[in-house]
């Protein structure tokens, strides 16, 4: 259980910052949420840990991915016809209870060089945001957050995604299960309160 509020804790750093707008998700029962689990290459939300790595395995043989920088817990897949340049997209999910809870992805440009300004992950984050409403839909909205920049984000029954410019080289986006992550907070505020329990 311990894992479970790390994992919780590192999610709700970020979370926090789409709070307001996310609200009455986090607040409302688990019967209305539909189920959007979709993400890309046939990977899903909630889908088993075992049939991650199985499929990883079928899109290996077919060269569509191959292990990325970091060793095995990272794949990468080369977009090469979908941009102006050759674009890397780096993932690998967290899981909970052994079924995908989140997917955390960056995306760079492959050319990308500190001196190479026309490859900085500013210039990629316009051309991902298009890629994303084509393929999850155009109702993305604006935050403007005073440290993070501008957060575009999109909640579509249990499925949220931010997307963001992680730093210079990387453009990130995170699928999260709404659903897992309201259990999960439930969960922690619950172990708060018994902590501050006091005992006889």
């Given amino acids: 259980m311990r894992r479970y509020f790390t994992i919780l804790f590192s999610t709700l750093v970020l979370s926090l910052v789409f709070q307001s707008c996310e609200s009455s998700f986090l607040n409302s029962s688990e019967d209305n949420f539909s189920e959007s689990d979709s993400l890309f290459l046939g990977f899903y939300l909630g889908m088993p840990q075992k049939d991650f790595f199985d499929h990883c395995t079928e899109l290996n043989k077919q060269q569509k991915i191959t292990q990325g920088p970091g060793g095995s817990t990272n794949v990468e897949y080369r977009i090469v016809d979908e941009y102006d340049s050759e674009v890397s997209m780096r993932f690998f999910p967290t899981f909970i209870d052994e079924k995908i809870y989140e997917m955390p992805i960056i995306y760079s440009y492959v050319a990308w060089a500190p001196w190479n300004r026309q490859y900085w992950a500013e210039s990629l984050l316009p051309k991902v945001l298009e890629k994303y409403k084509l393929t999850y839909g155009d109702d993305f909205e604006l935050l403007n957050h005073p440290t993070q920049g501008k957060v575009y984000y999109k909640i579509d029954g249990k499925r949220r995604i931010n997307l963001f410019v992680k730093d210079e080289q990387f453009v990130q986006a995170v699928f999260t299960d709404l ?10 505020e619950k172990s708060q309160s018994q902590e501050q329990v006091p005992s006889n």
């Fill in 179 to 188: 659903k897992v992550e309201k259990r999960l907070k439930e969960e922690f």
